[in-house]
T-cell receptor, first 113, second 114 residues
């Protein structure tokens, strides 16, 4: 059973560009969580999605950030018009149950020049 | 608001030394508790978890943690560390009955000298 997959592993963007981060959950998992880790900080919750639905986006910045988890395909975290402060590691986790054990992907390290 | 505190930013030990990493949380209700480990260049892996029952929880690789409700603590222990335990350790909680999103501490880097 393959683990949680994230791609790309490293992403470099210039200020003002868009970043798209992908997360493929483990097989059979329909719950996806996105977290962001800033340098020298712990992971911070961003958004929780279940297939086709955003359940909790209380940790998402109000502007420029969006997430989706379509019926088919990976979950996408989209950051429009990136700024230097968006540079961070973005982790996705999946779970077979709401509030169940979460399995983490390897993360995407975003660098904004 | 919920929060998790890990008091040690960086711990350096020699092999065979005993380890205890502190974790305290702030939340008035019932919580689930987790310790995750991130080895260099790898993704987060679950070491152990506490949902209910025996407050002394045993995890993988010889790690254990004890939930002390009165102290809001969930400290991680290992009697004898190895060089391969060099990693970053994260304590996390979520509220029982919540949507499940985890609140993480800032992490503790453990360096074990051979």
């Amino acid at each position: 059973n393959a683990g949680v997959m994230q791609n790309p592993r490293h992403l470099v963007r210039r200020r003002g560009q868009e970043a798209r981060l992908r997360c493929s959950p483990m097989k059979g998992h329909s719950h996806v969580y996105w977290y962001r880790q800033l340098p020298e900080e712990g992971l911070k919750f961003m958004v929780y999605l279940q297939k086709e639905n955003i359940i909790d986006e209380s940790g998402m910045p109000k502007e420029r950030f969006s997430a989706e988890f379509p019926k088919e395909g990976p979950s996408i975290l989209r950051i429009q018009q990136v700024v230097r402060g968006d540079s961070a590691a973005y982790f996705c986790a999946s779970s077979p149950l709401k509030a169940g054990e979460q399995f983490f992907g390897p993360g995407t390290r975003l660098t904004v020049l | 608001a919920q929060s998790v505190s890990q008091h040690n930013h960086h711990v350096i030990l020699s092999e065979a030394a005993s380890l205890e990493l502190g974790c305290n949380y702030s939340y008035g209700g019932t919580v689930n508790l987790f310790w995750y480990v991130q080895y260099p260049g790898q993704h987060l892996q679950l070491l152990l978890k506490y949902f209910s029952g025996d407050p002394l929880v045993k995890g993988i690789k010889g790690f254990e943690a004890e939930f002390i409700k009165s102290k809001f603590s969930f400290n991680l222990r290992k009697p004898s560390v190895q060089w391969s335990d060099t990693a970053e350790y994260f304590c996390a909680v979520n509220a029982r009955g919540s949507q499940g999103n985890l609140i993480f501490g800032k992490g503790t880097k453990l360096s074990v000298k051979p």
